[in-house]
């Protein structure tokens, strides 16, 4: 199985926070999805979420999450938009190919941004924008070749509804669009 793996270390900010794991220490909502995907034994880096008192695992570097992204990895070459910044897991893949030119994320959450971007795989095609993907106004003059939209969600009914609002907004500023777990 392919894995991206990443280099972020441990730490906390706000309602975020990023811990090493592996197939017997973690949060409970990381252990459930060790068990729910059947997770090779190896170490992990998880990035959590807290909800009430409970942290809830939204990201990690799991040769799962690379499967998410089957449909932008034929796709990165030329210039990328990537909605959420997450742990940087789909930098790594960018980073190593020379097709592409430029990335632009946008990540809404400045915890995760403190928590990840100093440490995440990036060169100078990387560009991050602290902004919301919902309301960001879009640059005159901006297209991208490639969107991919990894903006965790709670309920069937957002994603579609969210899909539908990025396809909407974004879909004449970009040649192909996706996003984790869109309906083709």
Same mark, same amino acid.
Request: some cysteine.
């Given at each position: 199985?392919?894995?991206?793996?990443?280099?972020?270390? /441990?730490?906390?900010? *706000?309602?975020?926070?990023?811990?090493?794991?592996? +197939?017997?220490?973690? !949060?409970?909502?990381?252990?459930?999805?060790?068990?729910?995907? +059947?997770?090779?034994?190896?170490?992990?880096?998880?990035?959590?979420?807290?909800? $009430?008192? @409970?942290?809830? +695992?939204?990201? &990690?570097?799991?040769?799962?999450?690379?499967?998410?992204?089957?449909?932008? %990895?034929?796709?990165?070459? *030329?210039?990328?938009?990537?909605?959420?910044? $997450?742990?940087?897991?789909?930098?790594?893949?960018?980073?190593? /190919?020379?097709?592409?030119?430029?990335?632009?994320? %946008?990540?809404? !959450?400045? =915890?995760?941004? =403190?928590?990840?971007?100093?440490?995440?795989?990036?060169?100078?095609?990387?560009?991050?924008?602290?902004?919301d993907i919902n309301t960001?106004?879009?640059?005159?003059?901006?297209?991208?070749?490639? *969107?991919?939209?990894?903006?965790?969600?709670?309920?069937?009914? !957002?994603?579609? !509804?969210? &899909?539908?609002?990025?396809? +909407?907004?974004?879909?004449?500023?970009? @040649?192909?669009?996706?996003?984790?777990?869109?309906?083709?």
């Amino acid at each position: 199985m392919t894995r991206w793996t990443v280099n972020i270390p /441990n730490g906390e900010s *706000g309602n975020y926070k990023v811990a090493g794991a592996t +197939n017997e220490t973690g !949060e409970d909502s990381w252990l459930n999805y060790v068990n729910y995907k +059947n997770i090779p034994e190896g170490d992990y880096t998880v990035l959590y979420r807290k909800f $009430g008192e @409970s942290w809830l +695992n939204i990201m &990690q570097d799991t040769a799962q999450e690379y499967d998410e992204h089957t449909w932008l %990895i034929p796709k990165m070459s *030329g210039d990328i938009l990537i909605a959420g910044l $997450g742990l940087g897991v789909v930098n790594v893949g960018l980073l190593a /190919n020379d097709a592409v030119t430029s990335v632009t994320i %946008i990540e809404k !959450e400045q =915890d995760v941004i =403190d928590l990840v971007w100093d440490d995440c795989a990036k060169d100078d095609r990387f560009t991050l924008i602290h902004a919301d993907i919902n309301t960001w106004e879009i640059p005159d003059g901006s297209s991208w070749d490639a *969107g991919w939209f990894d903006t965790w969600l709670t309920t069937d009914e !957002e994603l579609s !509804e969210y &899909q539908t609002r990025m396809t +909407n907004k974004y879909g004449d500023y970009i @040649s192909e669009i996706n996003g984790w777990n869109w309906e083709d």
